[in-house]
């Protein structure tokens, strides 16, 4: 399978230790910012239908934690490392280039 480059938005579009949803065609991407190094996951809990883009960001962990129902996600994963959810969510490839931040999105 190969995969899409597309551009989602400006580095500072995103501030420190947050979390911006963006929809990609079919994909829903939470694209989380830590420090100056981005990371994107699937925007839709596991567990529930709920926006993992308007949880709480773990800096330390590299963690984001669902707002509803508490579970944390591994932001280079995607695995959930607390309950209720026990599946994870897509992890997507991220480049910066410049003042440019894409993701590489892969239908299949």
């Known amino acids: 399978m190969t995969g ?14 947050s979390a911006t949803r963006f929809v990609v065609g079919r994909h829903k991407i ?11 996951i699937g925007d839709t809990c596991s567990h529930a ?8 960001v773990d800096p330390d962990a590299l963690q ?15 695995q959930p490392d607390t309950l209720p959810a026990t599946r994870p969510v897509p992890t997507y490839d991220v480049r910066v280039e410049g003042d440019d931040v894409f993701v590489v999105v892969t239908d299949g």
Do not use: N, Q
């Open 64 to 78: 984001i934690e669902c707002w509803k129902h508490g579970s944390c996600f591994s932001l280079e994963t995607g």
């Open 49 to 56: 239908d709920y926006s993992l883009s308007e949880g709480e």
């Open 30 to 40: 939470a694209l989380v910012r830590v420090g100056d190094d981005f990371y994107a």
């Open 4 to 17: 899409t480059e597309h551009r989602l938005c400006s580095v500072d579009d995103v501030k420190p230790d």
